[in-house]
């Protein structure tokens, strides 16, 4: 019996193109253990990881005709050298350095005949350090069943327990014939729902989100979100920065106005926002706002994986970020109302909360942000203007491959005719903003670093 991808994983595969290519990436930044970290060792970690995510070693096939959704197979030439590469910045190595990779890396395609992701060790980096860099399809990332590669990479101890031995023998791969039967067996078993398969689209949401998360959806929506200049048509290059603050500020505000960090940090970028606005001369009336899809972790009531540990999820949820409210508390206040005012019956996962999943759960839990966002995307007419994920984690030290985890920023791919995405990842006492833009229309992103800084001291001041 083949494995089918979803109807979900079946949309995202087909339906990308060289401009809005669905891939989940994150980038760790290491530091370099005395003895080093080398490539050998490295691709010895993410070979052992490899049974945890069995997706990675399989390739997707389409079946004659698109009779049925493509298949999952095994790639019998797997080669893990091929996806995991060793790459150096040029001296003196710098952190910008770094981003101009990152943004070239992730507009790159990756080989549609071989399974569908990649790895880079990076060094060269100044201060000591060395960089993971990971793009994976979003087909390859399903949840907690199905979760990213950075995911099972991190480790909590610097010396992980053993792993048992992995013999992978690859399953026989079926034939075009073999493919063609199995599609037609499915139509005369459930022709409805084949139907139905077959034909999902991004513009038909009812087969991306469910009948469910479709009422949701109707409920949330409030009209076409404003005109902005993050909305364009998107290019094919891209620019990448990061920033980054400590967590105890965002405490300190939360403290003194008695909301959730998640607010704070929505109210950090609709203040840096502002600013961008009127740095590029753009009208930002008292009442101008930017709508946001800012996808909420949440755990479901009484849900557990075989393990009995409590599964993740995330639920969608627009907001309309005030930028042209000039008082930092008072734009706080108003996304704080928001979020207390949003139907969800489900609890937010917090930084203890998530300590319980097993791994690094942020790269996961930013890929399905990213999926809620893009079922949005499918409704016709504008529903927002940008993507904002943010992913608690582990707020202690964490490694990869023996390596201290210093930094962790999420790259969330950029949506049709959406030019700016945020990724936000809490770790180990610090808020890591990875921001992706197309290099054509969001030429000036690199302001946007100084300018979410700048947020953060106002909301800091007027709390003390």
């Given amino acids: 019996m083949v494995n089918r991808l979803s109807a979900t994983d079946a949309a995202f595969y087909r339906l990308e193109n060289t401009t809005t290519p669905m891939y989940v990436q994150s980038l760790f930044i290491l530091r370099r253990p005395r003895g080093g970290l080398s490539y050998e060792q490295l691709l010895a970690t993410v070979e052992q990881r490899l049974p945890q995510i069995p997706y990675y070693r399989q390739k997707i096939r389409e079946v004659t005709m698109s009779l ?10 797997f080669d893990i050298t091929y ?14 350095q770094l981003h101009e990779l990152i943004a070239h890396l992730g507009q790159q395609p990756l080989d549609r005949h071989r399974p569908l992701w990649e790895l880079y060790l990076i060094e060269g980096l100044a201060d000591n350090r060395i960089a993971v860099y990971i793009k994976s399809h979003q087909a390859l990332v399903n949840g907690m069943a199905a979760p990213a590669l950075g995911h099972v990479l991190v480790d909590r101890t610097q010396r992980p327990p053993p792993f048992d031995e992995d013999i992978w023998v690859p399953r026989r791969e079926p034939g075009a ?6 599609a037609v067996g499915d139509w005369v078993a459930a022709p409805r729902a084949q139907l139905q398969a077959v034909g999902s689209t991004f513009s038909d949401p009812l087969t991306w989100v469910g009948r469910k998360a479709f009422d949701t959806a109707r409920a949330l929506v409030r009209g076409t979100a404003p005109h902005t200049p993050l909305n364009t048509q998107v290019s094919q290059n891209r620019l990448f920065t990061v920033a980054h603050g400590a967590l105890e500020d965002y405490r300190t505000v939360r403290a003194r106005y008695g909301c959730a960090i998640n607010d704070v940090v929505l109210a950090v970028i609709t203040g840096a926002l502002r600013n961008w606005l009127l740095s590029r001369g753009e009208p ?6 930017v709508r946001a899809m800012a996808p909420l972790s949440v755990y479901p009531d009484h849900e557990y994986d075989t393990a009995g540990q409590p599964i993740g999820a995330v639920t969608p949820f627009l907001v309309d970020l005030p930028v042209g409210e000039p008082n930092p508390v008072v734009r706080l206040s108003q996304i704080a109302y ?29 890929a399905m942000g990213v999926r809620v966002a893009t079922a949005f995307a499918g409704f016709s007419g504008r529903v927002f203007n940008l993507l904002i994920t943010n992913a608690p984690g582990a707020q202690r030290q964490l490694y990869v491959c023996g390596a201290k985890l210093l930094e962790t920023y999420s790259v969330p791919p950029l949506l049709p005719n959406k030019a700016f995405t945020i990724g936000v990842t809490s770790y180990n ?6 921001v992706n833009a197309d290099r054509k229309s969001m030429s000036d992103v690199g302001l946007v670093s100084a300018l979410l800084d700048e947020a953060l001291a106002e909301l800091l001041e007027a709390a003390t």
């Fill in 429 to 434: 006492g610090t808020l890591y903003y990875g």
């Fill in 284 to 289: 930002v009336s008292s009442t101008r706002t």
């Fill in 68 to 77: 049925a959704r493509p298949v999952w197979v095994d790639d019998h030439e």
């Fill in 177 to 182: 014939v073999e493919l063609v039967l199995g």
């Fill in 338 to 366: 928001a979020t207390e005012s949003h139907p969800t019956p489900t609890g937010l996962v917090d930084a203890r909360t998530i300590l319980t999943v097993s791994g690094f759960a942020p790269p996961t839990l930013h």
């Fill in 83 to 96: 996806h995991v590469r060793h790459l150096a910045v040029p001296s003196p190595g710098s952190d910008r």
